[in-house]
């Protein structure tokens, strides 16, 4: 199973909104509303973001959203901040033997 | 507090074992899969197996089909990655992580890994 593909790298400046892509397949993202995504700051563990592709988990600040639209899924974080800086991986579900399928990581720089 | 520790990484040779550990707690362990995703240096994030509540149903990506074995201890709140036949591509950290809930599929409580390094 090919892994999803995101850019390489974004970058915004403080306060704007920036949208980083994830694009799969109908085998997966274009199927399932069962897309998280992942914040990673260097040397530390995954965070979860977004799941099931909207979805905020309790702590996280509403400047973070999603979205999908046929095989591609969207994050957004809207009022960028210096802490916003990290890595970003989405996920989505692909069948019952491959549960997770990974895209290949966006770095976010804030100018 | 949701807590997810990793244990058991280090420095293997090719064709060796290791068997890496994950001690969980903060809540209702039995309830809830488990995985393990793992990440080389400088690389992104992998998939490597799952495991149910009860540890009854199990999950390998194809890449560690046959090498590695995930299980449970549900009396000790552990579960544990059995890699064996590593290979130098296997060097990476893993990190365990709770499953929110199978029906959403997303990782809500990750550990901060441990690492596996595969060299000779």
């Known amino acids: 199973q090919s892994a999803l593909t995101q850019p390489a790298s974004v970058s915004g400046s403080p306060g704007q909104s920036i949208t980083i892509s994830c694009t799969g397949t109908?085998?997966?993202?274009?199927?399932?509303?069962?897309v998280s995504w992942y914040q990673q700051h260097p040397g530390k563990a995954p965070k979860l973001m977004i799941y099931?592709?909207?979805k905020r988990p309790s702590g996280v600040s509403d400047r973070f959203s999603g979205s999908k639209s046929g095989n591609t899924a969207s994050l957004t974080i809207s009022g960028l901040q210096a802490e916003d800086e990290a890595d970003y991986f989405c996920?989505?579900?692909?069948?019952?033997?491959?549960?997770?399928?990974f895209g290949g990581g966006t770095k976010l720089t804030v100018l | 507090e949701v807590q997810v520790l990793e244990s058991g990484g280090n420095l293997v040779q090719p064709g060796g074992s290791l068997r890496l550990s994950c001690a969980a707690s903060?809540?209702?362990?039995?309830?809830?899969?488990m995985t393990w995703v793992r990440q080389a240096p400088g690389k992104g994030l992998e998939w490597v197996s799952a495991?149910?509540?009860?540890?009854?149903?199990?999950y390998y990506a194809e890449s560690v089909e046959g090498r590695f074995t995930i299980s449970r201890d549900n009396s000790k709140n552990t579960v544990f990655l059995q890699m064996n036949s590593l290979r130098a591509e296997d060097t990476a950290v893993y990190y365990c992580?709770?499953?929110?809930?199978?029906?959403?599929?997303?990782?809500?409580?990750w550990g901060q890994g441990t690492l596996v390094t595969v060299s000779s």
């Open positions: 996920c989505s579900y692909a069948s019952s033997s491959n549960p997770w399928v």
């Open positions: 099931e592709v909207s």
């Open positions: 903060g809540f209702t362990f039995t309830s809830y899969a």
């Open positions: 495991i149910s509540g009860s540890g009854g149903t199990t």
């Open positions: 992580a709770k499953v929110t809930t199978w029906g959403s599929r997303s990782l809500d409580y």
């Open positions: 109908s085998a997966d993202v274009g199927t399932y509303n069962l």
